[in-house]
């Protein structure tokens, strides 16, 4: 049974465990290495968001991690001015270096819980949120987040969601997560699994991808499908039109 989400991991401890674990999210050509397709999404990502940001646009990388999906998006489009956050100082480090060295752009770096961020209204042609969703916790702080997308983005801007998902079903999340388990067991024998699968029971509150297209809509999104999917991963997109 899943911990309670009283019982999850404090923003604190999340953050501890990336301080020290920057060189493993430094590899743009791996992505993040536990997750399923990861690299597969990378390109999916930044060709999509190709599609729908030009050259001297603005972009929110949320969860930023060492910077990998704003990184392969100015591989397709440059230059961006990059708006970097994450709850990791070192991390954040690591992605203004290497953000810096690929464009002309702005930089800018927020060292902050995603929940405490404010912006005007209007402030991003695009935002990305690559495996960082899933650490929301209660409802309303989905439903807040999600709002506040939609609010940030201006008219045509477009979110990329990339994140660990779950399935409402509960059989069918059971077999979907031996699934992801096979594949950590292969990618890096039992003990590695364990570890991965542990603490994704200690940090992670993933919502079902029903659940976040749904939402999608509530706050106002018309435009929006999803990029790919692979057992407990999923890739998204939802463009800001100028009816919603």
Not at 194 to 209: I, N
């Amino acid at each position: 049974m899943s911990r309670p989400l009283h019982e999850k991991s404090t923003p604190d401890q999340i953050r501890q465990r990336f301080d020290a674990d920057v060189e493993r999210f430094s590899k743009l050509e791996t992505g993040q290495q536990a997750a399923m397709d990861a690299t597969l999404i990378l390109e999916i990502v930044a060709r999509s968001a190709a599609c729908h940001v030009r050259p001297n646009g603005t972009v929110l990388d949320l969860g930023c991690g060492a910077g990998n999906f704003t990184l392969r998006v100015l591989g397709e489009v440059s230059p961006l001015d990059c708006v970097l956050v994450d709850l990791s100082r070192p991390m954040l480090d690591r992605a203004e270096t290497r953000v810096k060295a690929v464009t002309l752009g702005r930089v800018q770096t927020l060292q902050s819980d995603l929940r405490s961020l404010a912006f005007a209204p209007a402030s991003f042609d695009l935002i990305l949120a690559g495996q960082v969703l899933h650490h929301l916790r209660e409802e309303a702080e989905w439903e807040t987040m999600f709002a506040r997308f939609h609010d940030w983005l201006r008219p045509g801007g477009t979110l990329f969601v990339a994140d660990f998902v779950a399935f409402d079903d509960p059989g069918i999340q059971a077999l979907m997560r031996s699934r992801y388990a096979e594949h950590l067991e292969k990618f890096g024998g039992p003990e590695y699994r364990d570890k991965v699968l542990a603490y994704c029971e200690v940090e992670d509150s993933p919502r079902s991808l029903k659940y976040q297209l749904d939402l999608l809509r509530t706050v106002g999104f018309r435009d929006f499908d999803v990029l790919h999917r692979n057992a407990l991963f999923a890739a998204y997109y939802a463009r800001k039109t100028d009816l919603g």
